[in-house]
């Protein structure tokens, strides 16, 4: 036996491929291995820049008398729930049945038929705080296998029958309406913390769908409460430790309810749907901070996530070598002490710097080290000061052992970014923003999207360039599909509607139920235990109220009544879930907002190099309207073809470019005055 792990394309994967362990892939032929033994499977899934992950491989799979352990007795298979979402969501979903709890590392034993039996996450190398070894777990699987094997099987049938009586009916409860969102409103207020901004207790995840439904509401209602939340957590967040004050960005997630310490990984999704939300806030009240950390968070993707193809990495670990210990630790990269600010800027501007960003004697963090932030109570200082200090310290930890990337490109968090950066490009004037936008949207369609009839597809990752197996699912397709409409907004090239429209004409094709009800996976997807489904975000939004956000958006710009259908009865799920527990269906109750204002269509027709054009143009783009699409360029015929078939039939007005706005079967006077279009999108900053 051998691993077999070498030859993968996930990072993920590759760091155990010199494993003692005799790894697999999940693939038929290791299952096939576990009937022919008459083992059980041990499933152990994770990905690249999870710190609990690294632990348990360096204590326990990186150890001969563990790995022989697992050799003698398991059929071993690693996944990368980056790669196989489909494969972590199902197992998941047994995990928090059983326990209650989940995360990562998984670990799950199944019988050779994929049905579970026995559950956990991360184990001990000795029993600890309660918790058994991660060896007396191998040896008592061991032991009920051999000897109990009835009973084993019993509690894995039962285990997925339990998982297929989870099916969702939500098809029929119809769109929610301004009663169930603004339920959600008052129950989003109750676990508002008004002190230190966000939701909930310790761990403080960014909030990045809840905000954005809290700006739509705001938008559609003037609830000026809805606007405070979102901008008073976004302040929170930008001067906390969660956020990088030197080289921009956000890490994971906060440990304490403070934003000071956080989990230092930097994930692609984070970051492009915080970007995204930043460019909102300051869209909505022209905060200069809030476009501060936008610009900041979208150049930190270009600048440490971009590939060599075009496309943005996955993410940045957690951990990277401390020189003083030469051992990989949390935070190494980015924590700071006064001596070290002092050795960097010397003793009065090391004092500054220490007062300004929060890094006290006895630290914030670890060992006498502190992680950067911006306390409201810091000295008021010359910005120009500042931008040198920063400078100078930016330029020393990138001298340090920097943390370590994960290269695959995944096909939904590259739709993510490529909204984040055309539309902060659009409104920070920063073309070059844009360009990178149209670069990842380039390569998913070069690399990640087969068209071939009969066959087509969206791949859910590439690395290097080369497609990996794995197919996409729904929220592959709903974010990338939600990318490129961005970008047709923003670009005015008709042919990224086009593309939009390949890849939701397959979502009704191959993930859509007859009830209205969405699937994560394709019909002809690889047949697991239960076809997952699951309605409620994650760190991202759910491929459900993706896809029927895009859905939307797409029925909008081409006034498909297929479309909307569809995205109406999908959103049934946000009007059952979004009044109980709206913290978990962000995206879906900030859908639900663009239905109920219309969304509203912006047609901009003129010539896009004419000043006037792009000044109705960019006024639109700024328009607060929750979910407003708009289309610009030359007028289009009117007899059909069009590549925008909102510019269809749109005339100038005495010869001068000009706005239409659209909504519920009505339109608004057109227009040549940006004034006025403004009023009908919505306030607007310059």
Sequence with gaps: MSNRLANE?????????DNPVDWWPWSPEAFAEARERDVPVLLSVGYSSCHWCHVMAHESFEDELTAAAMNEHFVNI???????????????EAVQAATGQGGWPMTVFLTPDAEPFYFGTYFPPEPRHGMPSFVQVLEGVRTAWTGRREEVADVAQR????????????????????????????????????????????????????????????ARTGAEGALQMAADTCEAMARGGIYDQLGGGFARYSVDRDWVVPHFEKMLYDNALLCRVYAHVWRATGSDLARRVALETADFMVRELRTAEGGFASALDADSEDPASGKHV????????????????????????????????????????????????????????????????LRARAER???????????????????????????????????????????????????????ARLARTSKDGHVGANAGVLEDYGDVAEGFLALASVTGEGVWLEFAGFLLDLVLDRFTAEDGSLYDTAHDAEQLIRRPQDPTDTAAPSGWTA???????????????????????????????????PRFIGHGLAVAEALLDGPREVAVAGDPEDPATARLHRTALLGT???AVVAAGVPQAADGGAEFPLLAGRTLVDGRATA??????????????????????????D
């Design 625 to 627: 309207a929750p979910g």
């Design 401 to 455: 052992p920097a943390p370590g990337r994960d290269d695959k490109v995944v096909a939904a968090w590259n739709g993510l970014a490529i909204a984040a950066l055309a539309e902060c490009g659009a409104y920070f004037d920063r073309p070059d923003l844009v360009e990178r936008a149209t670069e990842a949207a380039d390569l998913l369609v070069r690399v990640h999207f087969d068209a071939v009839a009969g066959r």
């Design 330 to 393: 949390e935070g190494a990269y980015y924590a700071w002490t006064p001596q070290q600010l002092a050795e960097v800027l010397g003793e009065e501007d090391g004092a500054l710097a220490a007062a300004y960003f929060g890094v006290t004697d006895e630290g914030t963090f670890e060992h006498g080290t502190s992680v950067l932030r911006l306390p409201q109570d810091g000295p008021a200082v010359e910005a120009g000061r500042i931008a040198g200090i920063r400078e100078r310290l």
């Design 78 to 92: 690693k996944v990368d729930r980056e790669e196989r979402p489909d494969v972590d969501a199902v197992y998941m």
């Design 159 to 218: 285990i997925v029958r339990d998982l297929a009586g989870r099916q969702l009916d939500y098809g029929k409860a119809g769109a929610p309406g301004p009663q169930e969102q603004a339920q959600a409103l008052l129950a989003l207020t109750r676990e508002y913390d008004a002190v230190r901004g966000g939701f909930g207790g310790a761990p403080k995840f960014p909030p990045s769908m809840v905000l954005e439904f809290l700006l739509r509401h705001h």
């Design 660 to 685: 239409y706005v659209c909504r519920h079967f009505v339109c608004a006077r057109p227009t040549t005055d940006p004034a006025e279009l403004a009023q009908q999108v919505g306030a607007v900053r």
């Design 9 to 17: 394309t996930s990072p993920y994967l590759l760091q155990h491929a």
């Design 547 to 581: 896809a029927a956000g895009a859905l939307l958006s797409y029925a909008a710009h081409t006034g498909s009544e297929t479309h909307r259908t569809v995205a109406e009865r999908a959103l049934g799920v946000v009007h059952a879930l979004g009044p109980r527990v």
